[in-house]
């Protein structure tokens, strides 16, 4: 069975620093790994989306990374703002259950002025 | 470009009673799922489906129903609602997609339900 950890659970940065945020997985078989912003109270976001044969993408301030032999990913976010602040979830797509993701329990981050 | 509309937002409902959670999508997207997601955790899967009349059982099935009769539409029905079905439900839509050609979950915005 798949699991997804995400440590640490929760995470207080002053604003402009550097972060990151990680994510483990058990089962190295998979295909994709999907970062999601989710705000108080909101949906989920897409932040990044890794294919199989990538490593990491990037998106303005984002960085995420993925290691399938070790079983890790990251998220790493530059020069955080206040408007960074959310629960950050990592989510893996399994090679043997077709489209279905799990989820990890998510990073709360909070950026402080 | 709706994406995915989940109807209510909000709702509260006596405990033994029933009601059906909407889920509509409108980007052609053969996949649809129900999370449920409680306080602190994160989702778990529901139900999901691969296609019209194809639906099939996640993680925490019990006390739910689905049908999938369009493409468009996943209904979620709750029979006898009871207080541990008070959670926050997503629902989610994804294409079909290869290892290195996969386009990620699309989701909802919720439904809060509160059963008492």
């Known amino acids: 069975k798949q699991e997804v950890t995400q440590i640490p659970a929760a995470l207080s940065v002053p604003e402009g620093e550097n972060l990151v945020l990680n994510c483990s997985f058990t089962?190295?078989?998979?295909?994709?790994l999907q970062w999601f912003r989710q705000d108080p109270g909101k949906g989920l976001t897409s932040l990044l989306l890794?294919?199989?044969?990538?490593r990491e993408q990037t998106s303005g301030r984002l960085n995420a990374s993925l290691d399938k032999s070790s079983g890790r990913s990251t998220l790493y976010i530059a020069a955080s703002q206040p408007g960074d602040s959310a629960t950050y979830l990592c989510a893996v797509r399994r090679e043997t259950s077709g489209s279905r993701l799990t989820f990890g329990e998510g990073t709360q981050l909070t950026v402080n002025p | 470009n709706a994406g995915v509309t989940q109807t209510p937002k909000f709702r509260i409902l006596k405990i033994g009673q029933s009601m059906t959670l909407q889920c509509a999508q409108d980007m052609n997207h053969n996949y649809m799922y129900w999370y449920r997601q409680d306080p602190g955790m994160g989702l778990k899967l529901i139900y999901y489906?691969?296609?019209?009349?194809?639906?099939d059982k996640g993680e925490v099935p019990n006390g739910y129903n689905v049908s999938r009769s369009t493409t468009e539409d996943f209904p979620l029905r709750l029979e006898l609602a009871a207080p541990s079905q008070t959670s926050v439900y997503f629902c989610a839509s994804s294409l079909t997609g290869t290892a290195n050609l996969w386009y990620g979950y699309t989701f909802g915005s919720g439904t809060r339900l509160t059963v008492v």
């Open positions: 089962d190295s078989a998979i295909y994709n």
């Open positions: 489906s691969v296609g019209a009349g194809i639906t």
């Open positions: 890794i294919q199989s044969s990538q």
